[in-house]
């Protein structure tokens, strides 16, 4: 099957830093992944749509500054969380959507848990 | 606004029973339907996908859709307790560059050894 990483799995980061969390997709090519937030016991929250070469798309809400996606190619695109602070918090997890076929099957990154302290 | 609705659960079942998981959503051009599992803090994974009116069948789970109810459901036959997670429909209105996927709030599952 489609197998989608994503690194780091954990990070502990202290408030203002910034924080960048790279999702690859191994045995396939993703024209578009996705980034989701999601808070204990809530479902997940998608945060914007990343499309190789060209900028992402923010759901309403999200913060484009703050969180600032890069899709330099068909495999890999990242989330960088800006000066990040305590609120920010959560687990985050990629999805990639494979290419040809039903090509609107997304498969989940194993998911970053961000500490801010 | 596109809404998916999951049963409020929790549902419990008892071992080797058959657990009965819904979906309704309100998009009625969606075109393609999922349900992902996810254990508690990971993320989710795939199950089943299904686009066609009917059922489908893969090993102990079968996934049925009725598009003119707009209706979706997941069966697990012979439940184990492994299967306890977290299951999440998820319909996507349309194909194509732009679309993506609309998430059920998610019914925990737990089956009782």
Redesign the interface.
């Known amino acids: 099957g489609a197998v989608v990483s994503q690194h780091p799995s954990r990070v502990i980061c202290k408030s203002g830093t910034s924080v960048k969390i790279e999702c690859r997709s191994l045995d396939f090519q993703a024209t578009t992944m996705f980034w989701y937030r999601q808070f204990p016991k809530q479902s997940l929250m998608l945060m914007a749509t990343s499309n190789e070469g060209s900028k992402a798309t923010y759901e309403q809400g999200v913060e484009k500054d703050k969180f600032l996606i890069n899709h330099a190619s068909l495999t890999l695109s990242t989330l960088t969380v800006t000066s990040a602070h305590p609120e920010d918090s959560s687990f985050y997890i990629c999805s990639a959507r494979a290419t040809g076929g039903h090509s609107d099957t997304q498969y989940f990154g194993p998911g970053t848990r961000l500490t801010v302290l | 606004q596109k809404e998916v609705e999951q049963n409020s659960g929790p549902l419990s079942v008892p071992e080797g029973a058959i657990a009965s998981l819904n979906c309704t959503y309100s998009d009625r051009v969606s ?2 339907f ?1 349900w ?1 599992r996810q254990y508690s803090g ?5 199950i089943m ?1 299904i ?1 066609s009116n009917g059922d489908k069948e893969d090993g102990r789970f079968t996934a049925q859709l009725n598009k003119a109810s707009q209706y979706v459901s997941l069966l697990i036959r012979d439940s184990q307790p492994s299967d306890s997670a977290t299951y ?1 429909c ?1 319909v ?1 209105g349309y ?1 194509g ?5 609309t ?4 019914i925990t599952l737990s089956v009782r050894p």
Do not use: D, I, W
């Open positions: 075109q393609s999922f992902y990971k993320s989710p994974e795939l996908s686009y999440l998820a996507n194909t560059a732009n679309s993506k996927l998430f059920g709030k998610g």
